[in-house]
């Protein structure tokens, strides 16, 4: 019976560790004295199974444990709760990785579109890609859709809402969908270059629903959300309703539960359907180290179960200073970000032009032979 | 305008708070440089205000900042992601608590039955409330049902899912409310009391749905969900939705340290229409204090803006040997939920009934006017 593997780490003395193992295997599966269990089938195949610990550093231990994938079923929440529910709760718990059977991955299916669905749409080929975001919250539609023109008119890729635009009052989703096009449409007729518009949806499954809808009568083809907002299940819902369009995933709340960021954003995110995944860049506004956001980078592009590679989008703080240095860092096979940063400039469109300008110039056959990262290279 | 405030606990050193303080204001409301936001609405009101900075102990600050309410709209994930979105993506950041306007407070509404309406339902005037949960996951329909059986006949007030309990192949949701309900039906009529069984509902909001209208189709009247699994915006629509049902908030994936759990128990959880949270208790599998323990109590029961009082369900490796000491640490305000320590017992009925037992015969009276926490006395 196929099984799911679930890494954790944790702080331990290693006279300690081999309980502490058998304690999350019991509480991840069956959640009661094993003793008590009588039943063959759940004594065999049901309760979780310590396979390994290893000692990665002083103390810090590596556990690996597998559960039945039958206790997962086919919910990426359930996923979520058998790797990680209740062990959330623990202080010093880390859920480090996760491995899954061939048929759940296959279930799950990952990106529809993916990274080189993303630079097909804007006509890319094996350079970086560019995004940047309207905001603040608090302007009028007809003020967001005013920037997105003009991040447009300097060549930006993909033009996403910034992730605090939700449904308000001063700035409601149906205005903002309705400013945003007409404006991207009309400079897209003065240009004749397309630029997609990622709006951010929000609220429950229904509410994202009608705004997945309302988005796609005005012949929008990407949207952006937080799964661990909106929760994971109805993220894979609304992936699996629309297979037109692609998703961006925004990481929001996903700090909390202490769960691995490559796995979380590059792997999870990834195997729901993020066709591109948002994190904090290093040296931004966000204590991401260079280890961890490489780490996010692979997770999401890695050749894997014939999943589509998710296109890797750092961000937070980012400038258009900071470009090379993050082309060096990523090649080819990211997304940039940069927003507030575009927004202090005098000249916004200029400033843009000026960004988009930074990542096509960027020599990425060179680097792609020096940087050792071919593996990814687009 | 009516603000929402927002209290974080961080680390600093006395000569960096304020400038932390005001990049917490700023990531969690405009997200950019405020040098260029040149719309007053936004500077005068949508952009987040350090309201207050303290030192509660060595370097570690309490820093109060408010947010416009608008922001927030009247989505549950809306308001998550206002409070600690980004912030959450912080290492050191805790979210420690929040204060909303009238407003937005009756419009998330509370509780809409709450501890007492919990009470009424079993016959339970002015004692503590007993439940147990059907587990471990992997056994079928009618074991569970044959637990929740012998639950009923020892006398526990509710039959609850365990919470890894979902839609499995090997115990569907649909044959669990079919077996549990007959076989709880079975026993109201023998024992002329009824036993209220609280199915776990987990997956989309479309399949929590279904799972709700199946529920009550075999006269269910609670459910159980994972808010953060489920995501708040659809755990507030279901109980929207289905005013006569009460909710089971349970914790799963709700993180140990990041966010103040009597914040998100008792508070938030309680805000969006939890009539009763679980958590885990001092002293069991999990290592939560006797003060953050009696921190979510307080919050979940306490007079506040109006709402019903939700109760207090402590959990995690709790046995009948500690009902005594739990009832002198929670008074009769509480609901204790026993699991696999009745499991192991050989007469499962006669475990369940020497729990009962403990809860019925302890002094209440006594206890309220000795330990001083008659404010909450049932």
Known sequence: MPRVRAIYRLHSDACAVEARARAIANEQSI????AAVDDDFVRSQIVGRVEGISEKS???YEVEISLAAETVGHDAGQLMNMLYGNTSLQKDVVLHDVELPAALVAHFAGPRHGLHGLRTRVGASARALTCSPLKPQGVVAARLAELAQRFAAGGIDYVKDDHGLADQSYSTFADRIEAVTAALSAIGRTHGRETPYVPSVSGDLDTMRRQVRLAASHDVR??????????????????????????????????AARINPALLFGKLFRLFGADAVIFPNYGGRFGYSQETCLAIATAALEERDNLRPCAPVPAGGMS???VREMLD???????????????????????????VAEVRQYPYNRKRTENGRQRTGG
């Not at 959640?31 to 094993?34: C, G, S, T, V």
């Not at 990407?222 to 998703?247: K, Y």
């Open 31 to 34: 959640e009661m004295p094993l």
């Open 58 to 60: 002083d103390h810090l």
């Open 329 to 355: 860092f990523y090649g080819a096979d990211a997304m940039l970000l940069i927003g507030g940063a575009l927004l202090e400039a005098r000249d916004l469109t200029q400033a843009a032009a000026g960004f």
């Open 320 to 322: 258009v200073g900071r």
């Open 222 to 255: 990407a949207v952006m959300l937080a799964p661990m907002i909106a929760g994971v299940s109805n993220f894979h819902c609304l992936v699996r309703e629309n297979p037109e369009l692609a998703f961006f995933a925004h990481p929001a709340l996903a700090g």
